[in-house]
């Protein structure tokens, strides 16, 4: 079984400065994708950043890049120049290829950007 | 084009009635899935739908919970004898199915409160 998890369960950070949230996962499958997802208080869950674990660079979007540790099944998300609108629940979520429904979330870490 | 869609917004209860929660998914969409978002918590798959193909029911926590997929778009949750347990934010999320991945786009959820 695939789990995931976020030790963070709440972080702040100031407004233009950078934050990093930790995940975690196990899993014995070699392939397979990792994502963080935003959710603001909307509840509408918008997908962040992706990674494709048979890629070793990792991926950024604009002020989000993450640090993808497959040998140490680590999946970090920084990110930079934070802004108020930033604030949200950040989910790390895993999902094993072509196995389109079985996404598996962390709890989540909520993210606060102070002005 | 408009997004997912969820109704209602917002559901109050009481304990031991039946409940009713509404998807549509965006046109086009052949994939469409239920998760269950409880107070703290990530997401929680319930069900799968792809096409005409038998949906993937792995996720229900009980026989008290269905879903339907009518011509395969709107979906409706089924909760039969509510419990106080089955408070939490439902959530759809709809995607293609071409390759390997492909992104999910979730609904606004809704907010099922049962008394």
């Known amino acids: 079984a695939q789990t995931v998890t976020q030790s963070q369960p709440e972080m702040s950070v100031q407004e233009a400065e950078t934050v990093t949230l930790s995940c975690t996962y196990d899993?014995?499958?070699?392939?397979?994708?990792l994502f963080w997802y935003k959710q603001p208080p909307s509840r509408q869950m918008i997908l962040v950043i992706r990674?494709?674990?048979?890629?070793?660079q990792n991926a950024t979007e604009n002020r989000f890049s993450v640090n993808f540790q497959k040998a140490a099944k680590s999946f970090s998300l920084k990110i930079s120049d934070s802004q108020l609108g930033d604030t949200a629940m950040y989910f790390c979520?895993?999902?094993?290829?072509?196995?389109?429904?079985?996404?598996?979330f962390g709890s989540g870490t909520k993210l606060n950007v102070k002005p | 084009g408009a997004g997912v869609s969820q109704s209602p917004s917002n559901k109050v209860t009481e304990k031991g009635k039946d409940v009713e929660l509404r998807c549509d998914p965006i046109?086009?969409?052949?994939?469409l899935y239920w998760y269950r978002q409880s107070l703290g918590q990530g997401l929680e798959f319930l069900i799968y739908?792809?096409?005409?193909?038998?949906?993937?029911k792995s996720g229900l926590p009980s026989d008290r919970f269905s879903a339907e997929r009518t011509g395969g778009s709107v979906s409706t949750l089924t909760i039969q004898r509510t419990q106080q347990e089955d408070s939490a934010v439902y959530l759809c999320?709809?995607?293609?199915?071409?390759?390997?991945?492909?992104?999910?786009?979730f609904g606004p959820g809704t907010r099922l409160t049962v008394l």
């Open positions: 739908f792809q096409g005409n193909s038998a949906p993937d």
């Open positions: 979520a895993f999902m094993k290829s072509y196995n389109f429904n079985k996404f598996y």
């Open positions: 046109s086009g969409h052949t994939a």
């Open positions: 999320a709809s995607s293609t199915r071409q390759g390997d991945y492909n992104e999910q786009f």
């Open positions: 990674q494709e674990a048979y890629k070793q």
């Open positions: 899993t014995s499958e070699s392939n397979y994708y």
